[in-house]
């Protein structure tokens, strides 16, 4: 059965490929899995349809027979372990995967989102160049850490991972701060990770739809 998952009819990203379907869809080019996509809009996300399968209102969902999931990471996981690419076959290697997994989730995601969320919401406030200072720097921090754990590594555990997608996927929420240029070694790691074939063709597929959108919106103006 042909899973399904949901993603923004219009989406704020405008076709930079940010949403957060965009790592469900990576990993599925990964494995090789054909998906269909269930297109919603800001509302349609809040009513008690999709609420049924995200209790917060958020994409993306993932669906296959009887089972539903959210949130990006857990959807990865669970393609992960069942299918081959995603993760090390080594039982150690494969721990350690999945500890970046977690790592990009909740250790370098948090700074990075809420450096993002000022820069769209704040720019008008008092206090934003103090602020934006701050999570600039913390932001550095995690970069440079991570940096310093890469090394001169192509992949966080040897071959691509799990881990290194969704690493560089929350990375690529930075692409026009100018941190990651600050750090070469994680420039080069988030490149790496977007001329995967893979990368290209959900990318593609993603800003397939926010093109198709804009031709509707152009049509009705």
């Known amino acids: 059965m042909t899973p399904i998952i949901t993603a923004f009819a219009s989406s704020p990203d ?14 599925l080019e990964e494995i090789g899995q054909p998906y269909d996509v269930r297109l919603l809009s800001f509302a349609e996300i809040k009513q008690p349809a999709h609420l049924a399968r995200h209790p ?26 069942q299918h081959h ?12 995967a999945i500890s970046w997994m977690f790592a990009a989730l909740n250790t370098v995601e948090p700074p990075v989102a809420e450096r993002s969320t000022a820069s769209l919401f704040e720019r008008d406030k008092p206090w934003y160049a103090d602020r934006m ?30 881990g290194d997608l969704l ?10 701060s100018g941190l ?16 995967r074939p893979a990368y290209l063709r959900a990318f593609e597929a993603q800003r397939a739809v926010f093109l198709q959108a804009e031709s509707e919106r152009a049509k009705t103006s």
């Open 14 to 27: 405008r076709g930079r490929g940010l949403a957060r379907d965009m790592r469900v869809r990576w990993a």
């Open 56 to 81: 917060f209102g958020q994409i993306p969902t993932w669906e296959q027979g009887e089972l539903v999931l959210f949130e990006s990471g857990a959807i990865i996981l669970h393609l992960a372990e």
């Open 85 to 96: 690419g995603l993760l090390p076959a080594d039982p150690d290697a494969r721990i350690r």
């Open 133 to 162: 200072q701050t999570l600039d720097e913390r932001v550095r921090q995690r970069l440079r850490q991570l940096s310093a754990r890469l090394g001169d590594a192509d992949w966080l555990e040897g071959h691509f991972s799990a």
């Open 167 to 176: 690493m560089v996927s929350v990375l690529l929420r930075l692409q026009t």
């Open 180 to 195: 990651i240029e600050e750090h070469p070694t994680i420039a080069s790691y988030v490149a790496r990770g977007q001329a």
